[in-house]
């Protein structure tokens, strides 16, 4: 939605029927169903880097300091040196279509959308950012103009985290929080053991070793999360945890080559353990020659997959003595994962359509 002013701060829809006497029964209109992703630069550029950054990391429940100490951090080093660095890195990642995340998003969306079409549920399918474009309040001001009085918001992490999913949450009720007419709200707060889920992941690694081999191991990489933030009442790691014992299950007796691993520490406090870059190393170092990584946290592939798994944690295996680096894609547009999507959103839309 293009427009002079935010949309959050457009005025409302006057209804014609506001002065009725008798006025005719209201039609629901259809459903409305807003998936919610992290976000990512515009390009892969240092400015539109910096404005991402600056959103992302004044998020106080991503960076858990006091904002009096983290802003003048933030403003007067990481701003001003990473997005240079960062830039390189986008680059070798970017798709023709633009960025890797907002692409696959983009077909996930299509994918829920067209698969409750085919089952005759009458939804609006949108996509927002939690930080960058599109983002939340447009994308919510879109499924209004389209009429949706219901809205169902599906973070596209599995694993609930306070950094992920509720951060989402606090953003769309935000953007309710400035209307007069506001829509019915539901939110769906993980899915991490959903049979489709898992089936999806599965399904894809069974494939990926049917078309090129078996590994001696396979390591789930999860995006990680200081450690304290599990302390403190965070669910997350939980989550990982059922999530990698039901996909060793499902893989049945080749469950057994499955590790788990956390990835994309930052700062030098400790965070969730064991390390992914470590882990291979010393895989290398003790002779696994052969590994496959996925990273089953992300839905859409992105700079923390196609950057730091399959480019530097590779590099990282190899150079350690490893011979066989594989890194398994994101879920991204496959049709199997689309329709399990969809079968998640169907059941929470239960009394809606």
Not at 58 to 80: C, G, K, Y
Not at 176 to 185: F, G, H, S, V
Not at 343 to 349: N, P, T
Request: glycine share 8%.
């Amino acid at each position: 939605m293009s427009s002079l002013f935010p949309s959050s701060y457009l005025p409302e829809p006057v209804d014609p029927q506001a002065f009725n006497p008798n006025p005719v029964p209201r039609d629901p209109g259809p459903v409305g169903v807003l998936l919610v992703n992290l976000g990512t630069p515009d390009e892969p550029a240092a400015g539109a880097i910096r404005r991402y950054l600056g959103e992302f990391l004044s998020d106080p429940r991503v960076i858990e300091i006091p904002q009096w100490i983290w802003q003048p951090i933030l403003r007067a080093f990481i701003l001003t040196r990473r997005p240079r660095a960062l830039a390189p890195r986008y680059k070798e990642i970017w798709l023709e279509q633009g960025s890797p995340l907002l692409v696959w998003s983009q077909a996930q969306a299509q994918g829920v959308k067209d698969a409750l079409a085919a089952q005759g549920i009458p939804a609006c399918v949108g996509l927002g950012m939690r930080y960058g474009n599109p983002s939340i309040a447009d994308a919510m001001a879109e499924l209004r103009l389209a009429g949706c009085q219901r809205i169902l918001v599906l973070p596209m992490y599995p694993q609930y985290a306070a950094s992920t999913t509720a951060t989402a949450v606090d953003s769309v009720a935000a953007y309710a929080a400035k209307l007069r007419d506001q829509p019915e709200l539901r939110f769906v707060k993980r899915y991490h053991d959903d049979p489709g889920y898992i089936d999806a992941l599965a399904g894809q690694v069974r494939r990926y070793w049917a078309a090129n081999g078996k590994p001696e191991r396979l390591l789930l990489s999860f995006h990680g999360l200081p450690r304290r933030t599990v302390e403190q009442g965070d669910p997350y790691y939980r989550d990982c945890m059922e999530t990698a014992g039901l996909l060793k299950q499902r893989l049945g007796a080749e469950g057994e080559r499955v590790h788990v691993s956390f990835q994309s520490r930052f700062g030098a406090e400790k965070w969730l353990e064991p390390y992914t870059e470590p882990t291979l190393r010393e895989w290398a170092r003790q002779g696994i020659s052969q590994v496959d990584v996925m990273c089953p946290g992300f839905l859409a592939d992105c700079l923390e997959t196609l950057e730091e798994i399959q480019m530097q944690c590779r590099d990282a295996f190899l150079s350690e003595g490893g011979r066989q680096f594989r890194y398994l894609p994101c879920l991204n547009d496959d049709p199997e994962w689309a329709a399990s999507l969809a079968g998640i959103v169907r059941r929470h839309l239960a009394g809606w359509v």
